[in-house]
């Protein structure tokens, strides 16, 4: 079974400009999340979709950073314009999202993108 | 925020010896999970203890679950050097099943 496609593993840019993270899940997997690791912490949720539906993105900087998930499949994460602070691994999982998984369902992680802003 | 406080931040240890982690946390869960992380990679389930459950096995991995007192304990038995990793406890709450990290655990496991 394929994992968590992610792309790309590096990225570098300097600060003011834009940057694009493309995510693919498991296949039948419905939910999808996306986190952000700075170094030395642990994943802070973003984002997660329920389908093509946002569920909670309560921790999202929409002032910069947007996320879709077109057709309920891929999601891409952008962030414009970058800041500093955005330096960090940015992750994606999924996980069944079924009620049949309901309070046991597991997330699978991508490899990650580290994004390094100057 | 983060809800999971893993302790210690850092352990090393020997090779073959057990290893123990543990975190604490803040509200009610509807499970608790534990996470491996090797450098520049994502991360890795390893075991998930529901809220009604008390202890759990699995392979090497020994994980219980105290919520009276809102704690939880990984064991690793018999540790190789290969588990050398960051380990991080994550809570999962609510209809949603958000899951929250805490900082992490860095072991070093000395062949």
């Known amino acids: 079974e394929a994992g968590v496609a992610q792309s790309p593993r590096y990225k570098i840019i300097e600060k003011r400009q834009s940057v694009a993270f493309w995510c693919n899940p498991i296949s039948g997997h419905a939910t999808l999340y996306w986190y952000q690791q700075i170094l030395g912490q642990g994943p802070k949720l973003l984002i997660q979709f329920q389908n093509n539906g946002v569920v909670d993105d309560s921790q999202l900087p929409k002032d910069r950073f947007s996320a879709e998930r077109l057709k309920g499949v891929d999601s891409t994460l952008k962030i414009q314009p970058a800041k500093l602070e955005d330096s960090a691994v940015y992750l994606c999982a999924s996980s069944l999202g079924s009620l049949e998984y309901l309070l046991t369902d597991t997330q699978y992680f991508g490899p990650g993108t580290r994004l390094t802003v100057l | 925020s983060q809800q999971g406080e893993e302790d210690p931040q850092a352990l090393s240890i020997q090779e073959g010896e057990n290893a123990t982690m543990n975190c604490s946390y803040k509200t009610s869960i509807n499970n608790l999970q534990w996470y491996r992380q090797n450098s520049g990679r994502g991360l890795v389930h390893l075991i998930l203890i529901r809220s009604n459950e008390r202890e759990k096995h699995s392979g090497r991995l020994r994980v219980t679950l105290d919520t009276s007192k809102k704690s939880s304990s990984l064991l690793i038995t018999a540790s190789r050097a290969a588990d050398t990793a960051s380990y991080f406890c994550?809570?999962?709450?609510?209809?949603?099943?958000?899951?929250?990290f805490g900082k992490g655990i860095t072991l070093s496991v000395r062949p």
């Open positions: 994550a809570t999962e709450e609510g209809a949603n099943s958000k899951l929250t």
